[in-house]
Structures are given as structure tokens and as C-alpha cells.
């Protein structure tokens, strides 16, 4: 499914979203699959085209599950359903902006607003409203959001749209075995960017470059540091810290010495959101940093070991 558009989250469609994740039951059957767009048309209001877009949103944002015969809400979207019941958005909203919907209006609200001593995002209205009109609409359910005079978000909503995950853009799901092991490791990148930002006294100073290049030998630089630290990351699903080096990060690694480090995070799964996730592998020890690694196979602190042989006829 692709992802929907940042422009299509106005304030009457995030109204009825809401409305219809709490009309879609949590337990079987939740509702009839067949007839649910009518359904969710008379309660949420719209046309049924919208009422359609509405249904594929939550099943994009992983609120909902679409089986052969119903459609009932998943145990990530109860605490939000009883949150919107009380009449707080912010559950509903923070899945909207930790899924990157709103990046590009968030980049934008970012560079034209200012931070106070407070951490606090400052904007006049008028040009917050030109640059992330929806995002803006959204907010404004927060408390202590504030619309007039100035549009001032709090620093809670600052450390939101800061992250790497509101910032990066939706990504659309892959399926295949061999796709599940590039999102580990995509995800993997994504928790030592978001960490080595958060440490950084100028977080634009840290690169993830294998997103413009995969040929370097590592994925993230620090460019705080002369030389710059160069960072590869690894993932797994298992706890263990096992993993590969290609024949360039090895040489990159021998290269680089102790300007060169591996980070592995462990425990990754896929189901789990991102920002919960993270804090809770941060919270256990990962990432697990290996820096100089050359030199500790060197002295037998970690092991290296030969997986294959290339074979090619003598010359």
C-alpha cells in the first residue's frame, strides 16, 4: 500500500479517523469486512471514496488489521481509542508524525520558526500556517500548543519532530525474506543516527551517508570529529552480537583504525514502532559499540572467522 499524503490529513479527516478506529471493534469479529467502507461513510461522515482512504490509513498505520471477512482494531490502537474516547489526540497524533507523514511540513515549521530558552518552537502564525498548514491543524490538539499571536510548540513536540523517524518520510512495507533482513538493517542505521544526533552538540554535522551511497564501507559519519568518526551499523533480530563485515568494511576498518567502529543492535523487530523500540534497546545496553575492531580480532578480544571461499578457473 502506498502512503498517504501529508496534504490529506486535514482536520475533518484526522476527526475521522478517529471516529472510525472507534467504531472498528478490538475483538472478533470487530466489523464485516464486506460493507465496512459503508459502514465507517455513515458514522465519520465524508464521501465513500474518503471513507475507503480513511479505512486504508489505519490499516497503513498499523491500527487496524484487514482479514478475509473483518476488520477489527489491533492492541497498539486500543490505548489510542480509549485516549480519543477522553478526548486527547495526542496517541493518535504522535503514530502520524512517528511514521514520517508529516516530514517535509516538519523540516519546514523547523527552519522557519526559532527555539526559545525553553526548548519551545516559536513561528508567527502566518508563515506556519503557508509552510505545515495540516501538521499546524494537528498540533493545535495539543495542550499547551499555543495558535495566537505567535505559534509556540512545546519542547515535547520539538523532541518529536526532531526525531529521525518524523523526519525521514514514509516508507512503503516489503514482504519477501530478503527485504525483511534490509529493513532490520535500515532500522538498525535508523537507531544509531537518531543516537548519534542526539549526543551531537551540531546533530547536522552527523551524515548518514549510505543513504546516498552504499560503496563508502560504513553508513553514518561524525563530522564533528577531525578525522571523522566512521560508523557501520549492523542489526539482527537475535540478541547475540554476530555479524558480517563485506570485504570493503574490512578494509575500510584496517584503514581507519580507531576512526572506524561497528554498532550492533540486537532484539529488532519489525512489528514493534520505532520510538518505543529504541528507547527500550537503549534502556538493555545496545547499541553494543566496537570501535578499532581490526585490532581487537588482533588480540583475540573478538574473532573473525572465514564463511566462504572464491573460486575462479587458474589464469
Request: net charge positive; glycine share 8%.
Amino acid at each position: 500500500m502506498r502512503p498517504p499524503t501529508d496534504t490529506w490529513l486535514t482536520g475533518p479527516r484526522v476527526e475521522r479517523l478517529s471516529l472510525a478506529l472507534l467504531t472498528i471493534g478490538a475483538n472478533s469479529p470487530g466489523i464485516a469486512r464486506q460493507g465496512a467502507v459503508k459502514a465507517l461513510w455513515r458514522k465519520c461522515g465524508g464521501s465513500h471514496e474518503e471513507a475507503r482512504q480513511v479505512l486504508e490509513m489505519l490499516a497503513w498505520l498499523n491500527l487496524v488489521r484487514v482479514d478475509n471477512d473483518s476488520i477489527r482494531r489491533v492492541n497498539v490502537g486500543n490505548p489510542i481509542a480509549r485516549s480519543l474516547r477522553s478526548g486527547d489526540y495526542r496517541p493518535l497524533g504522535l503514530t502520524i508524525i512517528r511514521a514520517g507523514l508529516f516530514s517535509e511540513q516538519a523540516r519546514s515549521l523547523l527552519e522557519s520558526g526559532s527555539l526559545d530558552g525553553d526548548g519551545n518552537l516559536v513561528c508567527l502564525p502566518r508563515v506556519a500556517a503557508s509552510v505545515a498548514p495540516q501538521l499546524v491543524g494537528l498540533l493545535s490538539r495539543w495542550p499547551k500548543f499555543q495558535s495566537r499571536p505567535k505559534v509556540v510548540g512545546p519542547s515535547s513536540v520539538v523532541n518529536e519532530l526532531t526525531a529521525v523517524w518524523a523526519l525521514r518520510g514514509p516508507e512503503e512495507g516489503e514482504s519477501s525474506w530478503l527485504s525483511h533482513r534490509r529493513r532490520v538493517g535500515n532500522r538498525a542505521e535508523l537507531y544509531s543516527f537518531q543516537r548519534e544526533r542526539s549526543e551531537a552538540q551540531d546533530p547536522s554535522a552527523i551524515a548518514w551517508v549510505s543513504k546516498d551511497s552504499d560503496r563508502l564501507g560504513w553508513d553514518i559519519e561524525d563530522r564533528t570529529k577531525t578525522p571523522y568518526r566512521r560508523i557501520e551499523v549492523k542489526g539482527s533480530g537475535g540478541e547475540s552480537p554476530v555479524f558480517f563485515l563485506s570485504e570493503n568494511e574490512w578494509r575500510q576498518a584496517s584503514i581507519h583504525g580507531a576512526n572506524y567502529e561497528v554498532q550492533f543492535w540486537g532484539n529488532i523487530d519489525l512489528h514493534r514502532e520505532e520510538p518505543s523500540e529504541y528507547a527500550s534497546l537503549r534502556a538493555v545496553g545496545f547499541p553494543i559499540v566496537v570501535s578499532n575492531i581490526c585490532d581487537k580480532i588482533a588480540s583475540g578480544e573478538w574473532v573473525a572467522t572465514p564463511v566462504q571461499w572464491r573460486i575462479a578457473p587458474t589464469p
